[in-house]
Structure formats: structure tokens, C-alpha cells
């Protein structure tokens, strides 16, 4: 599927779905949990449809309504599925689920999914698993999926270097209901507020843990997570795009539904905007975007690896040079987007120069070209937004990924006044 972007000055109000790192936290945690929980307001997209997907192959109950999940979870028992489970293309799914999987009583959990998953290393995690009483098999012996994973967990002691913090908050959910106490070491993490997030959901489903910072963890087995009604917070990593649209060419984009207090990573994004010198303002009905004389600076993205795509295209229009560092693991995403970003933005003229840990650019004038979105729908979307301040004629492939995280991106885009349109099948 093809998105053809014209130049558009985008100006309004755009509201902000769900977050899917929260929305599959509250699939996974109520999923483990005693009793019947109720997820409100959740994305419902690919990779959280995914996630429903396998907690109903490990035995959860979810009742799924516009607006309003219902789930009767397990009592951290899940079950043994009677097939191999396809996470589709959602690497938090898979993580999450395959440490849950190694609390299994009996038989053993498969798990794979399509060619972008199947390339996601989950090595480290598997060992730490094997380490804590599991029995994880990596099929293929290339420290990625498919794999193999029974249990118990017994608990123990193991140490782990989270290159992607999806294996430590992997950890985390599943030791509480380990049948021992468990020690996690923590030599290398990335992405640390995601790491918030899963402590957040801990303390709400009744957990406890003792931690040094976030380079150990002491946790005790043998605990139990309560039922719980929540409603799930508008998604930063979504936001991305818009909040940093309203910074380019005349547009004037008012983001709602956003909340500066909730522990996501991407919330940095309005820090980044205001610091290269867009006009933000926090009002009452959302956060108002404008643009202001952006400059280049150096950012630190370790946190933020999913704003990586849409930064770069900001950087752009910056004057100057925008740095974009201390990033590798955006290489081990859906693509890898430190190459992919410099490549798509280099078709269309950009002056831009990969390090191995981000990105250099300069400002640009760019050009509409044919560009590939390469299947990671951060990437279309980021092009999307590019190929909306530039003259008409951006071509973009694969723009049925968008649907994995965003599926109304087009429409939110179209109601800012985005000259877009879809056209073409999506490949099965």
C-alpha cells in the first residue's frame, strides 16, 4: 500500500489514542492477575490485537468492546497452548509473554512471528529465564525467535545487559510469581522510562520489590496481582509525529489528551522541540505546537529510541547540525532506523551521515521522491509528516504498517488539513 503526501499546512486539534506500551501492559498484568479486570480506553491496533491474541492462547479470558476490555486472568497460572502463538509483528508481546510463558507447570509455549520478529534478538532474555529455573530453547540457535519456553521459575539469581529494556520488564512481571525470590543484576539498560512504566504497573497490581536504583532488583516469589479497573493513557510515542509537525513550515497543531505526568519516555519529545527553539505551550485543552527558528543541537535519544525517525526529519529543518546519539538499540527495532532513516531522508536530499550510535544532519532542502517506509510504521509515518512540508509528490511503500501502532495516523493527518491519501492493496 502506497501514502501520497502533497504539501499541506497543518493547523487544529488532534486527539491522541491509547498507548500501546501500556495498553499491552494491561493485557499482560491482567492477563496474570486473580479475577476480572477492565482495561478502558486502550489502542486498539495490530500489535495490541496481537497481544490479546496470545494471552487468549495462554488461557486469560478477554472480552473485547470499542473503548472497554474485559479480562479474567489466570491467578499466574497460564496455560499451555495447544499451538505455536504468532505475536505478529509485536516485539513487546513477544518478550512480555515469553517470560510470562516460563511460569508454565507443565508442557511448553512457542512462540514466533513475521519476518521482522523472527530477526528481534531475545538471546539475553532466554539466558536469564534458563538462569531462573526456566527452560527456554531458541529453535534456530541465533539467539532469536522462534523459541521454545517451559517452566518453572523457581527463582535465583541472574544478570542481565537490556540492551532493549523489554527484557528487564520481561523479568520483572514474571519473577513476583516465581516460586522463589529472585536477584537481577543490571549492567547495561536502555530505555530506562519504559523500565518506570512496568514499576508503575507493578506497584498497581499489588507487587513488591526491593531495587538499587534500577542496576539490581530483589524480588520476592511467591506474590500474587489483584484485579484492576484502568483507563490507559494517550500514547507520547504516537504523539511524536504531531507534537513535532507543529514545529515545521506554518503549521500550528494543538495535541490533546496528553498527560507530562505519566512515566512514558517520549513525553522528552516537547523537551527536544522546546531546546532546537519551537513555541510550545501547555493549556488547559492540550499542548499548542508552533513553529519558532529551530536550531540543531545535540540530543541524547537513549531513552527515546522510537523518536528517532521523526527527530530526524526535524532536523532537517533546523538550522545547523542536529546530533541524534547514544541510540544503537534503534538498530534492533522493526528495521534498523539509524540506516533506514539516513537512506529514505538521503533519497529526498537530506544531508545526513549515520554514526554507529544515531545520526548527523544538516539542514535540507528537501525533495519529494519515492521513499520506502521499509514495513516500520514510525518510519512511514515520519516520512509522512516530511513528505507534508515539502512540495507535493512524496510516495511512500509499505503504509500499511502504520496500523501496527497507529491505524487512524492518515485520518488525525487529513483533519489537520494533510494532503494525503492511501492507495493499493495491503500485502497479507
Not at 132 to 161: D, H, Q, W, Y
Not at 371 to 398: F, K
Request: some cysteine; overall charge negative; hydrophobic content about 40%.
Amino acid at each position: 500500500m502506497y501514502l501520497y503526501c502533497g504539501q499541506s499546512r497543518l493547523h487544529g486539534p488532534v486527539d491522541i489514542p491509547g498507548s500501546k506500551s501500556h495498553t499491552i501492559r494491561a493485557v499482560t498484568f491482567c492477563s496474570l492477575a486473580d479475577g476480572e479486570s477492565t482495561i478502558r480506553e486502550p489502542l486498539s491496533s495490530a500489535d495490541t490485537q496481537a497481544a490479546v491474541d496470545t494471552w487468549r492462547a495462554l488461557g486469560a479470558e478477554i472480552e473485547v468492546e470499542p473503548g472497554l476490555w474485559r479480562v479474567r486472568g489466570t491467578g499466574g497460572e497460564p496455560a499451555t497452548p495447544g499451538d505455536f502463538i504468532d505475536v505478529k509483528n509485536s516485539g513487546t508481546t513477544l518478550r512480555l509473554a515469553v517470560g510470562a510463558a516460563a511460569l508454565l507447570r507443565e508442557g511448553y509455549a512457542g512462540f514466533t512471528g513475521d519476518h521482522q520478529i523472527r530477526r528481534r534478538p531475545i538471546g539475553p532474555l532466554a539466558c536469564s529465564l534458563n538462569d531462573l529455573g526456566a527452560k527456554v530453547f531458541l529453535m534456530r540457535n541465533n539467539g532469536c525467535p522462534p523459541l521454545v519456553v517451559g517452566g518453572r521459575l523457581r527463582g535465583g539469581r541472574t544478570s542481565i545487559e537490556a540492551v532493549t529494556s523489554q527484557y528487564l520488564s520481561s523479568l520483572l512481571i514474571c519473577t513476583p510469581l516465581a516460586d522463589g525470590d529472585s536477584v537481577i543484576d543490571v549492567p547495561l539498560l536502555n530505555e530506562q522510562p519504559y523500565v518506570h512504566i512496568t514499576l508503575d504497573w507493578l506497584a498497581r497490581m499489588g507487587a513488591v520489590l526491593e531495587r538499587d536504583e534500577l542496576r539490581q532488583f530483589r524480588v520476592p516469589g511467591r506474590q500474587r496481582y489483584r484485579a484492576t479497573d484502568v483507563r490507559v493513557a494517550a500514547d507520547f510515542s504516537s504523539a511524536t509525529f504531531f507534537l513535532a509537525a507543529g514545529a515545521l513550515g506554518d503549521n500550528d497543531v494543538l495535541v490533546r489528551g496528553l498527560d507530562m505526568n505519566d512515566p512514558q519516555g517520549d513525553k522528552a519529545v516537547v523537551e527536544y522541540l522546546q531546546r532546537m527553539g519551537a513555541s510550545v505551550e501547555f493549556l488547559p485543552e492540550g499542548i499548542r505546537v508552533r513553529p519558532g527558528t529551530l536550531t540543531g543541537c545535540e540530543i541524547d535519544m537513549n531513552a527515546t529510541p522510537d523518536a528517532l525517525p521523526m527527530m530526524a526529519v526535524v532536523g532537517c529543518f533546523a538550522r545547523g547540525t542536529t546530533r541524534l546519539v547514544n541510540v544503537p538499540q534503534a538498530r534492533l527495532k522493526e528495521t534498523d532506523r539509524i540506516a533506514v532513516m539516513a537512506a529514505e531522508l538521503g533519497k529526498m536530499g537530506a544531508r545526513i551521515k549515520e554514526l554507529p550510535d544515531g545520526l548527523i544532519i544538516e539542514q535540507s532542502d528537501l525533495r519529494p521522491a519515492a521513499v520506502s517506509g521499509h514495513d516500520d510504521h514510525r518510519v512511514v509515518m515520519a516520512l509522512a509528516v516530511a513528505g507534508c512540508c515539502i512540495p507535493s509528490g512524496t510516495r511512500i511503500d509499505t503504509a500499511e504498517a502504520m496500523s501496527v501502532t497507529f491505524p487512524t495516523f492518515v485520518e488525525c493527518l487529513t483533519g489537520l488539513g494533510g494532503d494525503v491519501r492511501l492507495e493499493g492493496t495491503a500485502r497479507s
